[in-house]
């Protein structure tokens, strides 16, 4: 006699997201409350919900209350849970992915909701949210969305993003996320061959994004600029444009003297000489000049 037969059949996945979002933010049998953002909006959710979808949450829901005498006491806290650093809309968004696994997002939070995901350990969610960054991306968003690929790990988004400014490099550097990137993340936009801009343009966004990083951070020029300064290939000025860079630079100190001197030897010598190969290369966007010629096959 043959045994039993078993299945896991699968209803209607659309009516049943759609009936779980009909749970977000609905006060109705909630049963824990955070309060979002400088606004303090009141978010209602399930905490079993939260706990059996996120471990960060979990942790959180099954602390003791404040103030209790036993740290290991059954009774779970109720709340509210202040999240002043966060935008309610933000919050909504990983709140809804929770409950349904889909998110709807806009270019105005898509980098925050990342930011949240991987504060919250939600793989999914940040696949998502790089997706949409990488299908939406703009000549003003493509600087913040590769300091945040950097920053939280996300080699992929990086490679998008440098390849995204790869191809459209003089309109990027005039943007305010160009000023905005750190001294890391602009030192490995410009260690790029591909750039589509002037070695000269470079020279002088670089200038500008020193100058608006030495206020922000109220540190000297030549120390915030130290690092993106070494990825210059001065070496690619004509004589005439390091004249009137070496002017530029007795103000503000920008490039260390070493490096001008560096790129007149290798006038001098009429090779690259001294100077490491890659800053004799020329990029995609490099304007020739007479003497390239004797640069790249002499390079050391």
């Known amino acids: 006699m043959a045994g039993p037969c078993s299945a896991r059949l699968q209803g209607d996945v659309a009516a049943f997201t759609a009936a779980l979002r009909t749970l977000v933010d609905n006060p109705q049998f909630s049963d824990v409350m955070f309060v979002v953002g400088q606004e303090q909006r009141k ?11 996120c471990q960060v949450f979990r942790g959180m829901l099954s602390q003791a209350p404040v ?18 650093n966060v935008q309610p809309e933000v919050f909504l968004a990983v709140i809804e992915f929770l409950y349904t696994n889909s998110v709807t997002l806009n270019s105005h939070i ?13 793989q999914d969610l940040c696949k998502l949210c790089v997706k949409f960054i990488k299908d939406t991306l703009t000549v ?27 191809g459209c490099t003089a309109a990027v550097v005039r943007t305010q996320g160009f000023r905005e990137l750190s001294d890391v993340v602009l030192a490995r ?58 002017s530029y630079n007795q103000q503000d100190l920008l490039i260390p003297v070493e490096n001008i001197a560096a790129a007149w030897r290798a006038h001098a010598l009429r090779k690259g000489s001294g100077v490491p190969s890659r800053l004799c290369r020329p990029r995609r966007g490099t304007r020739p000049r007479d003497h390239h010629r004797h640069l790249e096959p002499h390079a050391k």
């Open 43 to 53: 978010v209602f959710a399930h905490r079993c919900v939260l706990a059996c979808r």
């Open 67 to 84: 103030g209790s005498q036993d740290s290991s006491s059954s009774i779970p806290p109720q709340g509210p849970f202040i999240l002043g």
């Open 110 to 122: 898509a980098l925050e909701v990342l930011t949240s995901s991987v504060e919250y350990g939600l």
């Open 140 to 166: 003003e968003q493509v600087c913040e969305a590769l300091q945040a690929a950097v920053t939280y790990g996300q080699v992929d988004l990086q490679q998008h993003c440098l390849a995204f400014i790869e």
């Open 189 to 246: 936009v410009l260690r790029s061959d591909r750039l589509a801009a002037d070695e000269l343009d470079l020279v002088q966004a670089v200038r500008e994004w020193a100058h608006v990083s030495s206020a922000v951070l109220e540190r000297p020029v030549p120390e915030v600029a130290a690092l993106p300064v070494r990825e210059l290939r001065l070496p690619l000025l004509a004589p005439s444009e390091l004249v009137t860079l070496e």
